[in-house]
């Protein structure tokens, strides 16, 4: 079955850098759009990054600037270099894959950031 596995999470202070990692399997990884969403303590799940086999990218304008999301289709992993963090970023981050015709989706189990400030 389709797993997708995060890490890289932890504890930074403001103005630091964490690099999240996806790994997935059991699914053709070119046929996905990679991406990742976070979700804060009482707040809706929102998005962060996507990707597309393409290496399309797509930031959500809080990011912009600071996070790059890239994928190696050789590992089938998806990455999120996160820079200059701020205590705003503080969330849980969750892998997301997006299957490019059917409506098939996954998600991980999630990573918690945590900005100190």
């Known amino acids: 079955q389709v797993q997708l596995v995060e890490s890289g999470g932890g504890l930074v202070q403001a103005g630091g850098s964490l690099r999240l990692s996806c790994a997935a399997s059991g699914m053709i990884f070119s046929m996905y759009t990679m991406g990742w969403y976070r979700q804060a303590p009482g707040k809706q799940r929102e998005l962060v990054a996507t990707?597309?086999?393409?290496?399309?990218?797509n930031y959500a304008d809080s990011v912009k600037g600071r996070f790059t999301i890239s994928r190696d289709n050789s590992k089938n992993t998806v990455n999120l270099q996160m820079n200059i963090l701020k205590p705003e970023d503080t969330a849980v981050y969750y892998c997301?894959?997006?299957?490019?015709?059917?409506?098939?989706?996954?998600w991980g189990q999630g990573t918690q950031v945590t900005v100190s400030s």
């Open positions: 997301n894959a997006k299957h490019r015709v059917s409506t098939l989706n996954f």
């Open positions: 990707i597309t086999n393409g290496r399309s990218t």
